[in-house]
């Protein structure tokens, strides 16, 4: 949550059934942190969905290989024979 010390009254409407949700699971004196935490938890959501979608735009990175854990794979053998081979001269 937010560690921000200033906090402002709003006023908001909210449907009637929601209302009843709410106050069926959460004590009269903790709405404001939960509304507040649910309104950060969103955004964050919000937040990550559009900077999915951003990345998405991008062009690949590494366009030549096709399959990411077979060239780890790779480049770890090839590193582990090198340095073997370091080892042994």
Known sequence: MLNN???VRINITI???????LEKE????GKSSFISLAIEEKLIR??????LKKLSTLPPAFK?????AEFVEKMRTTDDKNRSKELTE
């Open 5 to 7: 010390t200033t906090v």
């Open 15 to 21: 449907p009637k059934e929601l209302i009843y949700e």
């Open 26 to 29: 959460v004590p009269e004196r």
């Open 46 to 51: 919000e937040r990550r969905k559009d900077a």
């Open 64 to 68: 030549d290989i096709k399959n990411s």
